[in-house]
């Protein structure tokens, strides 16, 4: 997708985006995810890799979503998060987060995935 003429700080624009693979789809996270994302994201393996010291509670994980910027609120970084599903099933799996701090047309991404889905074809 080009930027010209795409006021990519206007991240309202995507709240309705969803991207669709051959194994998985990102598609806007919401707060319900929460739960599921917390069971997912509690193990050592993934938040030792996190520059925090991750989630203590599913009210936790709520606050960094809203934090990092449900889609079309109009809060947050300026960042969008996607939670990723198995494209068989729905329930996040993981979760993938794009933040432009400073360019305009530059994101910094991150992304985690639950350890029982590492490898999974």
């Given at each position: 997708?080009?930027?010209?003429?795409?006021?990519?700080?206007?991240?309202?624009?995507?709240?309705?985006l969803?991207?669709?693979?051959?194994?998985?789809?990102?598609?806007?996270?919401?707060?319900?995810?929460a739960?599921?994302?917390?069971?997912?994201?509690?193990?050592?393996?993934?938040?030792?890799?996190?520059?925090?010291?991750?989630?203590?509670?599913?009210?936790?994980?709520?606050?960094?979503?809203?934090?990092?910027?449900?889609?079309?609120d109009?809060?947050g970084?300026?960042?969008?998060?996607?939670?990723?599903?198995?494209?068989?099933?729905?329930?996040?799996?993981?979760?993938i987060?794009?933040?432009?701090r400073q360019?305009?047309?530059?994101?910094?991404?991150?992304?985690?995935l639950?350890v029982?889905?590492?490898?999974?074809?």
């Open positions: 997708m080009s930027a010209e003429g795409v006021n990519i700080r206007d991240l309202r624009q995507f709240r309705d969803e991207l669709v693979g051959d194994k998985v789809r990102l598609r806007p996270v919401r707060r319900d995810d739960p599921a994302a917390f069971t997912l994201v509690s193990d050592d393996l993934i938040t030792r890799n996190f520059l925090w010291d991750g989630p203590s509670s599913v009210e936790d994980v709520a606050i960094a979503f809203e934090a990092m910027g449900l889609p079309g109009g809060g970084d300026a960042g969008y998060t996607f939670a990723i599903e198995a494209v068989t099933r729905t329930g996040i799996i993981g979760c987060v794009a933040l432009s360019h305009p047309r530059q994101f910094d991404i991150g992304y985690w639950g029982p889905h590492w490898g999974a074809a």
